[in-house]
């Protein structure tokens, strides 16, 4: 394999390997943070097929490991388990998905890497069918049961900065359609004028639709998260309703 081949291969996967964890641990890396980590991670692993073979140690998984894995935002030794955990378990997936593809493709498991019959193939199928686990991973966090709590939500978009007194409700299940995402129910009129995305909901007086936006920046106790934020007109119990998928790992 062409080394840039191999570069680009471990690179796109380990980027989905980053972001599958966090989708696990529902926060929001900079993207160059997870690009940085996926691309020395890469670079590694170049290093080891290609001049280094050392690199490939046994010994050296846990510190490779925990290289990927400061990708993740964390806060102590804790932080670091939990976010290293979330890691494995997604480089499990993305490389036993990868694996199982490889081995219809006609390839298998040869020198610790693996190989397919069309490597080029083998490669954008498996990105491409990677690519919808994060989506999947958001379904099933979204029916973890959490008790109802409050928490403090920040939501800053273009330019606009609004603070919200909110509560976990367990019987937030809302999802934007295409992206799998959850949904935060807020009442505020400065935000409306971005919501153009409409999200299926059901009340007692029927099927509806609210309108939601990805905001560019929004956080739950402090810790940002990924999520979409829908507007409404009615009266809610609290300043902002939070599905228990988006408060993670605490």
């Not at 995402?181 to 299926?200: D, T």
Request: aromatic share 6%.
């Amino acid at each position: 394999m062409y080394i840039e081949i191999f570069l680009l291969d471990n690179l796109l996967l380990n980027l989905l390997i980053v972001r599958l964890a966090a989708v696990m641990l529902s926060v929001r890396p900079p993207l160059y943070r997870q690009t940085g980590a996926a691309f020395i991670s890469a670079l590694t692993a170049a290093l080891a097929a290609y001049k280094l073979p050392w690199l490939g140690s046994p010994l050296l998984r846990l510190p490779m490991l925990a290289l990927i894995s400061a990708a993740i935002p964390f806060k102590g030794m804790r932080g670091l388990i939990i976010a290293m955990s979330a890691t494995l378990v997604s480089t499990l997936i993305v490389g036993g998905g990868t694996f199982a593809l490889a081995l219809i493709d006609g390839g298998g498991f040869e020198n610790g890497s693996i190989s397919g019959g069309i490597t080029l193939r083998t490669m954008l199928i498996s990105l491409a069918l990677m690519s919808f686990i994060p989506s999947a991973i958001r379904r099933i966090l979204r029916r973890r049961l959490a008790a109802q709590t409050s928490v403090r939500v920040l939501i800053a978009h273009k330019g606009i900065l609004r603070r919200f007194d909110g509560i976990i409700d367990t019987g937030n299940t809302l999802a934007e359609p295409v992206s799998g995402m959850s949904v935060v129910i807020v009442r505020c009129p400065a935000l409306k004028r971005f919501a153009k995305i409409p999200v299926p909901t059901t009340t007692a007086a029927g099927r509806t639709w609210l309108m939601c936006f990805q905001p560019d920046s929004i956080s739950v106790d402090g810790r940002e998260v990924e999520c979409m934020v829908a507007l409404t007109d009615e009266r809610l119990s609290a300043e902002a309703v939070v599905p228990p998928a988006v408060c993670g790992f605490k």
